[in-house]
C-alpha cells in the first residue's frame, strides 16, 4: 500500500517562498519517479514537476526557474522549492508516484498566494 503525505503548504504574499515535503511509504522509494500537480479551483489539475529515480527533472513552463523539484531516497522524501510566488500559484499541490501499476495521489496541501 503506497502512502504519499504532503507537507508545507500555507499562506505566503507574493514574491516568497515555500517548501513542500511529501513523505512516500509502501514502495522502494528510489525507483519510481516522484512528481507534482496542483489544482486552482475552477480549473483542472495541471502538472508542474516530476522527477525520476535518475534525478532527471522536468517542469511546466509556467514554474520553470522558480520551483525546484529534489529527492532524498534516505528520507523517501520529495521537495518543491518554491520561489518567487504569484498569486496564480495558489492551488492544491497533490503528490504523485509513478509505477507500472499506475500513478499515486497524496491527499494535497494548500498553497495560497496573497497579491
Known amino acids: 500500500q503506497v502512502q504519499l503525505v504532503e507537507s508545507g503548504g500555507g499562506l505566503v504574499q507574493a514574491g516568497g517562498s515555500l517548501r513542500l515535503s511529501c513523505a512516500a511509504s509502501?514502495?522502494?522509494?528510489?525507483?519510481?519517479?516522484m512528481g507534482w500537480f496542483r489544482q486552482a479551483p475552477g480549473k483542472e489539475r495541471e502538472f508542474v514537476t516530476s522527477?525520476?529515480?535518475?534525478?532527471?527533472?522536468y517542469y511546466s513552463d509556467s514554474v520553470k526557474g522558480r520551483f525546484t523539484i529534489s529527492r532524498d531516497n534516505n528520507k523517501n522524501t520529495v521537495y518543491l522549492q518554491m520561489t518567487s510566488l504569484k498569486p496564480e500559484d495558489t492551488a492544491v499541490y497533490y503528490c504523485?508516484?509513478?509505477?507500472?501499476?499506475?500513478?499515486?495521489w497524496g491527499q494535497g496541501t494548500q498553497v495560497t498566494v496573497s497579491s
Open positions: 509502501g514502495r522502494t522509494f528510489s525507483s519510481y519517479a
Open positions: 522527477i525520476w529515480s535518475a534525478g532527471k527533472t
Open positions: 504523485t508516484l509513478q509505477s507500472s501499476d499506475g500513478t499515486y
